[in-house]
T-cell receptor
Framework: AQSVTQLGSHVSVSEGALVLLRCNYSSSVPPYLFWYVQYPNQGLQLLLK??????LVKGINGFEAEFKKSETSFHLTKPSAHMSDAAEYFC????????????FGKGITLSVRP | EAGVTQSPTHLIKTRGQQATLRCSPISGHTSVYWYQQALGLGLQFLLWYDEGEERNRGNFPPRFSGRQFPNYSSELNVNALELEDSALYLCASSGRQGTTEAFFGQGTRLTVV
C-alpha cells in the first residue's frame, strides 16, 4: 500500500520569501514521486517528478524537491515566492506496473502576500 | 501536440439520472485514469484503463463504471446519480502500464441537483 501525507492545509508566505511545502510518503517498494499544481477551476499540472537517479529534482517555475529516502520525504521548495505561485499543490506517489495509479496527498493551498 | 481533452466541461444532472463523461488521451498514451475531486475529499482514484482493459479500481460503488475504446479514449459512466457525486472529474493519461508521469485534462464539473 502507498500513501502520502501533506501536513496542514494552508501555507501563507510573503512575496519573495522561501516556499516550503512538506510531503511524506509511505511505500513498500521504491516509489515514483510527483508534485502537481492546480489553479482554480483547472486540471493538474506536473511541476516535477522523481523516478530514479539524482535525488534533487528541478521542475518548472523555479520549484525543486529533494527525495530523502531515510526520511521518506519529498518536500517542495522555491527560493522566492511570486504572486503567480498562489495555487493548490499536491504531492503524489506511484509505481510502475500493476499499481501505477497515483495516490495523492490532501493538497496544500499556497497563498502569497504582497 | 494536443493534451488530454475532456468533455463536457460542465454537466448538470438531476438525482437519479445517468452521466457520461469523456476523455481523449495524449496521442501515443495507452493508459487512462479517472479521479474524483469532491469538495473536502481531495483526489480520489476511480478507475485505470490500459490497452482497453480495466486494470485497477478505487473504492467506489459499481454505479461508477467506464470503458476504454480501441483508440484509447475513455468514457466514465455514473448511474443513479446522487447529490454527493457532485465533483470535478479529472482524467489523466500516461504511457503503457503507467510509465513515468500522468498528464491531466481540465476536468468535467458534474453538478447533481
Amino acid at each position: 500500500a502507498q500513501s502520502v501525507t501533506q501536513l496542514g492545509s494552508h501555507v501563507s508566505v510573503s512575496e519573495g520569501a522561501l516556499v516550503l511545502l512538506r510531503c511524506n510518503y509511505s511505500s513498500s517498494v521504491p516509489p515514483y514521486l510527483f508534485w502537481y499544481v492546480q489553479y482554480p477551476n483547472q486540471g493538474l499540472q506536473l511541476l516535477l517528478k522523481y523516478t530514479t537517479g539524482a535525488t534533487l529534482v528541478k521542475g518548472i517555475n523555479g520549484f525543486e524537491a529533494e527525495f530523502k529516502k531515510s526520511e521518506t520525504s519529498f518536500h517542495l521548495t522555491k527560493p522566492s515566492a511570486h504572486m503567480s505561485d498562489a495555487a493548490e499543490y499536491f504531492c503524489a506517489v506511484s509505481h510502475t506496473g500493476a499499481n501505477s495509479k497515483l495516490t495523492f496527498g490532501k493538497g496544500i493551498t499556497l497563498s502569497v502576500r504582497p | 501536440e494536443a493534451g488530454v481533452t475532456q468533455s463536457p466541461t460542465h454537466l448538470i444532472k438531476t438525482r437519479g439520472q445517468q452521466a457520461t463523461l469523456r476523455c481523449s488521451p495524449i496521442s501515443g498514451h495507452t493508459s487512462v485514469y479517472w479521479y474524483q475531486q469532491a469538495l473536502g475529499l481531495g483526489l480520489q482514484f476511480l478507475l485505470w484503463y490500459d490497452e482497453g482493459e480495466e486494470r485497477n479500481r478505487g473504492n467506489f460503488p459499481p454505479r461508477f463504471s467506464g470503458r476504454q475504446f480501441p483508440n484509447y479514449s475513455s468514457e466514465l459512466n455514473v448511474n443513479a446519480l446522487e447529490l454527493e457525486d457532485s465533483a470535478l472529474y479529472l482524467c489523466a493519461s500516461s504511457g503503457r502500464q503507467g510509465t513515468t508521469e500522468a498528464f491531466f485534462g481540465q476536468g468535467t464539473r458534474l453538478t447533481v441537483v
